[in-house]
């Protein structure tokens, strides 16, 4: 999500599709996910980014299909949103729920700033908060370093 743009504003809900949440889910589905979830998401992104919450891009979702991983789609992405990212001057914020996902996401650049925790009875959900500071490209033309 660009900056200034909320996950859980209700335009953005409502585009995303997640309003059929409120059908499909059970009354304790709907609890957990709309008076749980997305309120620890949406506190923890506003602590963790504090006076640049609004100012960052949030990487809200990603993920393959299991046909689709190791080809490198998902990196594309990121990618793509973090170079505009750069060229803004913009952090980058996303949480993830895989293990696996903080060692991809330190080699583009994201570092673990927080763990959150979904409380379950058997077994709680970890959340790595993660952030990736705006980045300066750097181009060597003729022998001189140009900044950008």
């Known amino acids: 999500m660009p900056p200034g743009n909320n996950m859980d504003d209700y335009l953005t809900i409502f585009r995303s599709g997640m ?19 997305l309120p620890l998401l949406h506190d923890t992104k506003a602590q963790v980014m504090a006076q640049r919450d609004d100012e960052s891009w949030y990487l809200v979702y990603i993920g393959t299909r299991p046909s ?18 750069d060229a803004e001057g913009r952090a980058c914020y996303l949480e993830s729920s895989n293990e696996v996902n903080r ?6 650049g994201f ?6 925790y979904l409380q379950r009875a058997e077994q709680h959900v970890e959340l790595d908060i993660m952030v990736r500071e705006p980045v300066q490209k750097r181009t060597v033309a003729n022998g001189i370093v140009s900044v950008m």
């Open 68 to 85: 689709g991983r190791g080809k490198g789609y998902a990196r594309k992405v990121i990618e793509y949103v973090t170079d505009m990212a």
């Open 103 to 108: 060692i991809i996401y330190g080699k583009l």
């Open 111 to 116: 570092g673990l700033k927080k763990n959150i």
């Open 19 to 37: 309003w059929r949440l409120n059908w499909q889910l059970s009354k304790e589905g709907k609890k957990r996910f709309f008076d749980e979830f």
